[in-house]
């Protein structure tokens, strides 16, 4: 195989291993200069809309939910995107921040966004779940962001995105592929370059959170 | 939960020993007394962050889960994840469970940005392996997926997880850098 991906778990590490993916570690945050946070920015105080219980949204409900109302137009990965989607959406209601979106436009006012899913069912739905934990005007929110997320994922059904494009790198050779999996991209990038035998690593890869997404690559990777 | 790891003690180049375990209140007083003032006015994304408020979301949503790293008595790291509710984005792996870092934070003192020398190094990727340890303890295979604040992009492409930078989201605020552990294994 000809990529760089040594995802595998060290067995049982000794104090050498120890040792040393203390020091890979330390060599990557010395390449960001010590900066290693992440995460999605939240609000600082829980919406009072919301109880202080467990609280989830059953996945696979839903998902059944979003096929006996869609499967006529959308495929399993769509379902998967808007299901996280909503998930994400009913986060970000219980700790809003104060630029809370849907983070990209809004449909024009004149688009019926709840055309495609009965808004009484998916109440329901959302009711038989999280009707306990939060207010009603937080399953309305929540249900008018589902018509939008549902609305969008119909406009651009996640299955007809065209392949991903993959940028790989060899010791000498850039190279871009588009392909539905890294594999065949590989591939892709041996059978026409059949003198490329060495290792591929890959860089980065576009069009899998978004159809048609440009790719951007720091100069001194080229 | 109790595990012990190895730091960089930077001033004096040692090797020491900290603990990794499940937040307490002690730690989250420590984000707020000893790590607000000095993030105060920095600049730094996570300056808003406010870990009090993540620990009491984690209540509320199933799956939430907060961690910290501990030296001395004190508090050198903070990660909450959400080991329930994501699935993974990259195709040939979506819908497979996955580990998702909600926020990471170190200290401020362990920033050469804002403490230079930092006091001690190490504390983020520890975290970081943690949550892929937790995923492999989850059944999950050790993926894991996160959303990287800008100036650590070099970090996550550097610590050899097989993390694949999926360009920015453009769902997220911000619109931040993806990361997703890509599995060879399957293809």
């Known amino acids: 195989m000809t990529q760089s991906f040594p995802a595998k778990p060290k067995a049982a590490p000794n104090e050498g291993t120890r040792h040393q993916r203390l020091m890979e570690l330390i060599e990557a945050e010395d390449a960001a200069n010590g900066e290693v946070g992440c995460g999605r920015a939240l609000g600082n105080s829980i919406s ?15 998902k059944r939910f979003l096929q006996a109302h869609l499967g006529h137009s959308l495929r399993a990965p769509d379902f998967d995107a808007i299901a996280t989607q909503i998930q994400r959406q009913l986060e970000s209601l219980v700790m809003p921040t104060s630029s809370q979106s849907l983070g990209s436009e809004p449909p024009p006012a004149s688009t019926n966004v709840t055309a495609h899913v009965p808004t009484e069912a998916l109440k329901e739905l959302f009711q038989s779940q999280l009707a306990e934990f939060c207010s009603e005007a937080a399953l309305k929110q929540l249900i008018q962001f589902s018509h939008q ?3 969008k994922a119909v406009l651009r059904p996640r299955h007809t995105w065209a392949s991903p494009i993959w940028v790989l790198r060899s010791e000498t050779q850039i190279y871009i592929a588009q392909a539905a999996g890294i594999e065949e991209a590989i591939a892709k990038v041996k059978t026409q370059h059949p003198q490329e035998t060495g290792r591929l690593e ?19 990777l080229l | 939960m ?13 090797v020491i020993d900290a603990i990794l375990t499940e937040v307490t209140d002690k730690h989250l007083e420590d984000a707020s007394t000893l790590w607000e003032p000095i993030l105060e006015g920095s600049g ?70 804002i403490t230079k020398p930092p006091t001690d190094k190490g504390v983020g990727g520890k975290l970081v392996d943690f949550a ?25 492409r550097k610590l050899r997880l097989g993390l694949l930078d999926c360009g920015p989201d453009p769902e997220a605020p911000d619109h931040l850098v993806y990361f997703e552990t890509l599995r060879m294994d399957d293809l």
Not at chain 2, 2 to 14: E, K, P, S, Y
Not at chain 2, 96 to 103: D, G, K, N
């Open chain 1, 48 to 62: 009072g809309s919301f109880s202080t219980r467990d609280m989830a949204l059953e996945d696979e409900k839903l």
């Open chain 2, 2 to 14: 109790n595990r012990t790891i190895q730091l960089l003690q930077v001033q004096d180049q040692q």
């Open chain 2, 132 to 156: 892929v340890a937790r995923s492999y303890a989850l059944g999950y295979q050790g993926s894991i997926g996160l959303h990287a604040l800008t100036g650590a992009l070099g970090f996550y």
């Open chain 1, 202 to 220: 890959v860089i980065t890869v576009g069009g899998i959170l978004a159809p048609d997404q440009v790719i951007s690559l720091a100069t001194n």
């Open chain 2, 44 to 113: 730094q994304d996570d300056e808003y962050w406010y870990w009090v408020g993540k620990s009491r979301r984690s209540k509320l949503l199933l799956g939430d889960e907060l961690y910290a790293i501990e030296c001395e008595g004190i508090t050198q790291g903070l990660m909450m994840v959400d080991v329930l509710k994501k699935r993974c984005l990259i195709e040939s792996q979506l819908r497979r469970r996955l580990v998702y870092i909600s926020a990471l934070a170190t200290a401020p003192w362990n920033r050469p940005i």
């Open chain 1, 149 to 151: 997320i549902i609305h």
